[in-house]
């Protein structure tokens, strides 16, 4: 449960996100910041994640400061976990000296107590790549398990295929064809399919078969 209770508005958008990884709504306090979560439920490596996790503290000018970070990350191999913080460009070049002296002491307590620390911004985001990630992740709500389950049936043992050749695999009927859509992106997902993510998704977008 986040530590923080979210404001009402912070660059324009605040909201809840449905996580996979999670199995639960997080909330977000900027787009930025769901462009994080976003990036977070593509990454393979990464286990689960929670929102403002906790309440740490800096110094500045004599005073105790606290502060709550955006993002602590979990990963399935041997690497530590990982705080993110989510800043605008902008807002990391006008802030140079005062988000320097913030986060030299965070980043010290961090790493003295097994967490590492990461500085987030749009320019950690390829375009594309966020284009198809807002795409496939409006499938993220599949309710039909059967359905799936019948995707992954008709693709065991191969290896890759076009987006269209998979649809071909059912039918050449659009209508029919349009109703797969949904699961095959699913299973993107939830890794048993796997996609170039940079690359702009079209019907000749190849999948790689995860067996």
Request: hydrophobic fraction near 35%.
């Amino acid at each position: 449960m986040p530590v923080r209770k979210p404001p009402k508005n912070f660059r324009s958008l605040t909201g809840a996100f449905y996580s996979l990884k999670n199995k639960k709504s997080i909330f977000f306090e900027s787009k930025l910041e769901r462009d994080l979560f976003l990036t977070l439920e593509f990454d393979s490596t990464v286990y689960k994640y929670e929102e403002q996790p906790m309440r740490l503290s800096y110094e500045k000018d004599g005073r105790t400061y606290r502060y709550t970070p955006d993002c602590l990350v979990y990963y399935i191999n041997d690497r530590l976990p990982c705080i993110f913080e989510a800043k605008y460009s902008d807002e990391i070049k006008e802030k140079k000296v005062f988000l320097k002296q913030k986060f030299e002491q965070i980043e010290k307590y961090l790493y003295e107590n097994d967490f590492e620390f990461k500085l987030f911004s749009e320019l950690d985001i390829d375009s594309i790549a966020l284009e198809n990630m807002n795409f496939i992740y409006n499938f993220v709500m599949i309710k039909n398990k059967n359905k799936v389950q019948d995707v992954i049936n008709k693709l065991s043992g191969l290896e890759a295929l076009s987006y269209q050749e998979i649809l071909d695999l059912y039918t050449d009927n659009k209508y029919t064809q349009a109703e797969y859509i949904p699961y095959i992106w699913y299973l993107v997902l939830i890794g048993k399919l796997e996609v170039d993510l940079t690359k702009k998704i079209s019907k000749k977008t190849i999948l790689r078969i995860i067996n």
